[in-house]
């Protein structure tokens, strides 16, 4: 069974540029999960979806950054612009379904470097 | 600021010791769990104790979870190289709300 799929794994950009990540989760997993993770921090929920929805959103800071899920598949995370202290790796998890009881299958992540 | 926190923050020890993590909480939780993370790799699930449960043992892994202090432990026995690694533990309030401390970076040292 493949695992969570993200690309890409490294992205240096200058400031105020648009950057984008694609994540694509674990076959019939239904949840999704966008980290961030700063160096020597565990990782912070950014947004999660079930299926299609996105049923917590409120760590995301919705000026710069959005997210979408369109067929309750892969999903799209998007800075636009980028700022300096965005820099960070940016992990993107799934689980079978939303439950308190299951574990979380997390991708290698995307390391941004903004310049 | 983070629900969990992780005690020692950096632990090295020789291989074939024992490693002993923290993890301190601040609510009430379902669950706890504990992830590893290699370095540039994303977090592997290692295991979960319910909130009812006070010991759990998986391989060279024991957890043990206490309530009534908010705190839970990690034992790995018997350590190896390929342990080194983060270890950061995620308390579990409800379905799809899991909060991750800031980790303990363990070193075995061959």
């Known amino acids: 069974e493949a695992g969570v799929v993200q690309s890409p794994r490294y992205k240096i950009i200058e400031k105020k540029q648009p950057v984008a990540f694609w994540c694509n989760p674990i076959?019939?997993?239904?949840?999704l999960y966008w980290y961030l993770q700063n160096l020597g921090q565990g990782p912070e929920l950014l947004i999660r979806?079930?299926?299609?929805?996105?049923?917590?959103d409120s760590q995301l800071p919705k000026d710069r950054f959005s997210a979408e899920r369109l067929k309750g598949v892969d999903s799209t995370l998007k800075i636009q612009p980028a700022e300096l202290g965005d820099s960070a790796v940016y992990l993107c998890?799934?689980?079978?379904?939303?439950?308190?009881?299951?574990?979380?299958?997390f991708g290698p992540g995307t390391r941004l470097t903004v310049l | 600021s983070q629900q969990g926190e992780e005690d020692p923050q950096a632990l090295s020890i020789q291989e074939g010791e024992n490693a002993t993590m923290n993890c301190s909480y601040k609510?009430?939780?379902?669950?706890l769990q504990w992830y590893r993370q290699n370095s540039g790799r994303g977090l592997v699930h290692l295991i979960l104790i319910r909130s009812n449960e006070r010991e759990k043992h998986s391989g060279r892994l024991r957890v043990t979870l206490d309530t009534s202090k908010k705190s839970s432990s990690l034992l790995i026995t018997a350590s190896r190289a390929a342990d080194t690694a983060s270890y950061f533990c995620?308390?579990?309030?409800?379905?799809?709300?899991?909060?991750f401390g800031d980790g303990t970076t363990l070193t075995v040292k061959p």
């Open positions: 995620a308390t579990v309030i409800h379905a799809g709300k899991s909060t």
């Open positions: 076959s019939g997993h239904n949840t």
């Open positions: 998890a799934s689980s079978k379904r939303v439950s308190s009881y299951n574990e979380q299958f």
């Open positions: 979806y079930e299926n299609e929805e996105a049923v917590d």
């Open positions: 609510t009430s939780i379902n669950n």
